[in-house]
């Protein structure tokens, strides 16, 4: 794996542990305050832009992103979904529409992220939401979001 790749992996871990920690205080805490908390208290890093753009990026659209998990998942309750399976699929869908990160590259890289940080069944849900957004959308895997 390049050395850009293993960044943008360590980035989106940071962002995924941000918005988890952000949904589990109820969105009360200042996001600033939970990214700042995950990056010094828990992962001793280094800030990282990309890692605050892509969480900032979902939060700040947080509401059309719940209406696109709500339209693409719309067998399950959004409150319903276990907190780790929300925030991949708010981040993955906040990239591939708001970052416009290749549909290919945001799918591989939530079901990998989903294989190591969620439940058994984790992956293939990630995987199933993100390519019907995909698929509704008209998107090509390889391309970004017009």
């Not at 319903?80 to 590259?105: C, Q």
């Not at 069944?121 to 509704?136: A, E, H, Q």
Request: proline share 3%; glycine share 4%.
């Amino acid at each position: 794996m390049s050395q850009k790749r293993v960044q943008r992996r360590q980035s989106r871990v940071l962002a995924l542990k941000t918005l988890f920690f952000y949904l589990e205080r109820n969105e009360t805490q200042p996001l600033k305050e939970c990214f700042d908390y995950i990056l010094v208290d828990i992962d001793d890093e280094k800030a990282d832009e990309f890692a605050w753009e892509i969480v900032n990026t979902a939060v700040t659209n947080l509401g059309k992103i719940k209406v696109l998990i709500r339209a693409f998942a719309p067998e399950y309750q959004f409150n319903k979904i276990a907190t780790i399976n929300r925030s991949l699929l708010i981040l993955g869908i906040g990239e591939m529409k708001f970052m416009e990160t290749p549909p290919v590259v945001v799918i591989n890289e939530y079901i990998e992220l989903a294989k190591e940080f969620g439940e058994d069944k984790s992956p293939s849900f990630i995987n199933g939401v993100l390519d019907n957004y995909r698929k509704g959308l008209g998107l090509d895997r390889t391309k970004a979001a017009e």
